[in-house]
């Protein structure tokens, strides 16, 4: 038996495997497979110059455990061109769905391009080519080059076969809706293409990006059957357009996926065999004409109005799921929409934020526990003392100075701090040096009158370590000297003081609550707001740094607002209040938990992760129990668990390796190398024979 390295060549046998599977699963993620993108069409992402995409609406979304919107790029507040007012709100659009972990199908539809149906449907030569045509197309590539690192999928149109006025075929100008010629809408599929990944320029092929056709209108409006393929046909039939695409690309059609949308048993329950009978009709009209992509629904839903039950909704998003992700050419699906506005009643959440039945179909589809495990409690008493907890001198927090962020409100002006600087000790130390008020009754007071949805404190914290959250206490008022005693906050974590995520708003009391004699404890009293799990698990895990976004909280008679004059964008309701204007006294920040655990596999120990480290794993494969054997997340097992910690870390060195968050899920590749494993002992055992 030769040795390679100390190690059997069965091992290294293994290996080779090993970079065969590699290989395979490069392979066939290409592939299709069934439906396992329950996205949302997230509604307009500005509108009227304010951004409606916010990052407490992207973490809203994310929360649902989607990890999928469908994004209009839309000329905003009567702009014609894509000028940089447009492109910065939208770059902090794309940031904010970006920092929430979210993926952007990109929709480049008829708001993108200045102009209307009579530009886009002119083609008194009948060749489909127009000026309209050149500018989308020009468009297109400008915005795909932009955000070429962001978005790795553009849909071309929305419902181009949608008329409102029944003699759209004679006066195709005055269609209404979003029809296109079907001879127009060919050249522009076409021409899109070719400006982004011909005559030198290679957007789709370098960045990995690809296109979908715009979703086609389906219904069944009057009890019709209308599936929307035979304007599609008619697209296919411009035989012209296609064979010189080919001649110059070698490929058939410019598309990878075939938007999509259904509208179909609005009122009533949806079938299988409904859905079936849509799906065949694409499906045979594609195969009549050599389209072999796959499907995106980019479009589907049914509104909760008049007879449309929550409960219909909730049932028909149901059965359209069981349908499509049992499909293998269903590539995604995004449900129309996220909340109720003018368009309709077709969100999972209603428009003061409360949820329908089918958000939480829609979160059990993306294996999220429904939001909720996560609470927080209010307590009020007479002073810091009576309260259940007093102030820690030992959480994560304890001594650490935060860093104010950009758009930070400063000090009301009755704190030294206004004057002496964030860092005299009735400033940003209070916050966390386990004392509460330290004699001047001022400690702590945040500034008044921020505005409208913006903080008065905009605090981040950089733990100095990686840590598991439990819970977190806020401690406001002034220790009976005080009324400010009421709180609301916004919480972010992040793993790597990059990224953020929303953990949540909190509100200490509801908006109209008025501190007063009534108040437990006086209304000159202090707050205790814990935020914490109902379960054993952490609020957030491998946490390194932490932002507090502390608001105003009422008016000067003591009325408790939210922060927002109109809909608050963290809850979607608004409270029918003032804006908060009065900020509180911050007390104390006091946050519990412990190192988190990180995950090694160097298990020889010499500062990198590689394949050596892979052949320890194997070796002791079952058999292990320490690090130096295999056991990289110190459960005492050495098993497929520590491959997958491996398989994250593969290339990495140790110092790289403490800034990880846990293992993911054990995935082919893991399974694929187990596969591997158990055929190299079943040779090695046969050759033993």
Not at 214 to 220: I, K, P
Not at 319 to 327: P, R
Not at 577 to 585: G, I, N
Not at 632 to 649: F, K, M, Y
Request: glycine share 10%.
């Amino acid at each position: 038996m030769s040795l390679i390295y100390g190690y059997s060549s069965a091992s290294y046998r293994l290996l080779i495997c090993f970079g065969f599977s590699c290989a395979w699963l490069v392979a066939t993620s290409q592939r299709a497979s069934c439906d396992d993108i329950h996205g949302l069409n997230a509604g307009a992402p500005i509108w009227n110059g304010a951004i409606q995409l916010t990052p407490q609406k992207a973490a809203q979304f994310a929360a649902t455990g989607t990890d999928s919107i469908r994004v209009n790029f839309r000329l905003d507040s009567g702009a014609t061109s894509w000028n940089t007012t447009q492109l910065e709100l939208y770059d902090e659009v794309i940031q904010n769905a970006k920092n929430a972990g979210l993926r952007i199908l990109g929709l480049f539809s008829n708001e993108t391009v200045a102009g209307g149906q009579t530009s886009w449907n002119f083609d008194p030569d009948g060749d489909g080519m127009n000026s309209y045509v050149n500018d989308f197309a020009d468009t297109a590539q400008f915005l795909v080059d932009r955000y070429k690192n962001d978005i790795k999928q553009f849909e071309i149109w929305n419902e181009p076969n949608a008329w409102s006025n029944s003699n759209y075929p004679s006066d195709p100008q005055n269609a209404g809706g979003t029809y296109i010629l079907p001879r127009v809408y060919a050249k522009m599929l076409s021409e899109t293409y070719r400006h982004l990944n011909t005559g030198g320029q290679t957007l789709l092929s370098d960045f990995n990006i690809s296109l979908t056709t715009g979703g086609l209108l389906a219904h069944d409006i009057g009890g019709s059957f209308s599936t929307a393929m035979p304007y599609f046909q008619q697209v296919y039939d411009q035989s012209s357009v296609w064979n010189s695409f080919q001649a110059d690309t070698g490929l058939q059609y410019p598309w990878n996926d075939f938007g999509y949308h259904f509208y179909i048993s609005q009122g009533s329950l949806v079938s299988t065999s409904q859905l079936s009978s849509y799906f065949n009709a694409v499906r045979s009209t594609q195969a009549a004409n050599n389209d072999f992509s796959n499907v995106a629904v980019t479009e589907f839903g049914w509104q909760t109005v008049g007879s449309n039950t929550e409960q219909l909704q909730r049932d028909n998003m149901a059965t359209a799921y069981n349908f499509l992700e049992n499909q293998p050419y269903i590539s995604g699906s995004y449900w129309y929409q996220w909340v109720d506005d003018g368009t309709g009643a077709w969100g999972i959440v209603h428009g003061n934020g409360v949820h329908k039945l089918s958000y939480d179909e829609f979160a059990a589809r993306n294996n999220s526990s429904q939001p909720g495990g996560i609470l927080f409690s209010t307590e009020h008493a007479a002073n810091d003392g009576a309260l259940s907890h007093s102030f820690s001198s030992s959480d994560i927090l304890q001594g650490l100075i935060a860093t104010e962020r950009p758009g930070d409100k400063g000090w009301h002006s009755a704190n030294p701090a206004a004057t002496n600087g964030s860092s005299d000790p009735d400033g940003l130390p209070a916050f966390t040096d386990g004392i509460g008020d330290i004699g001047t009754g001022l400690t702590g007071l945040l500034n008044d009158f921020p505005g409208s949805g913006s903080p008065a404190k905009l605090l981040e914290y950089e733990l100095g370590g990686a840590y598991d959250i439990d819970e977190i206490r806020i401690f406001t008022g002034n220790n009976g000297a005080d009324g400010r005693i009421f709180s609301t906050t916004g919480v972010w974590t992040s793993n790597d003081g990059s990224s953020f995520e929303f953990l949540g708003y909190f509100q200490s009391d509801s908006s109209g609550v008025t501190n007063n004699s009534t108040t437990p404890g006086g209304p000159d009293g202090s707050t205790l707001v814990r935020i914490f799990r109902d379960d054993a698990i952490p609020l957030a895990t491998d946490i390194t740094h932490l932002r507090f976004d502390l608001y105003a909280v009422s008016n000067v008679d003591g009325v408790m607002f939210d922060p927002f004059n109109g809909v608050n964008s963290f809850t979607g309701t608004d409270d029918g209040f003032e804006t908060a204007y009065v900020s509180p006294l911050v007390r104390e920040i006091d946050v519990f938990g412990a190192l988190s655990i990180i995950d090694n596999a160097d298990f020889d120990g010499d500062d990198d992760v590689d394949g050596i480290d892979f052949l320890i794993w194997q070796r002791n494969f079952l058999s292990g129990t320490t690090l130096s054997e295999g056991d990289a997340n110190s459960d005492g097992r050495v098993d497929e668990t520590d491959l997958a910690i491996w398989q994250s870390q593969y290339g990495l060195t140790t110092s790289s390796v403490s800034h990880l968050s846990r293992v993911p899920e054990s995935n082919s590749l893991i399974y694929l190398l187990l596969i591997c494993l158990t055929l190299g002992s079943h040779r090695s055992n046969k050759q033993r024979l």
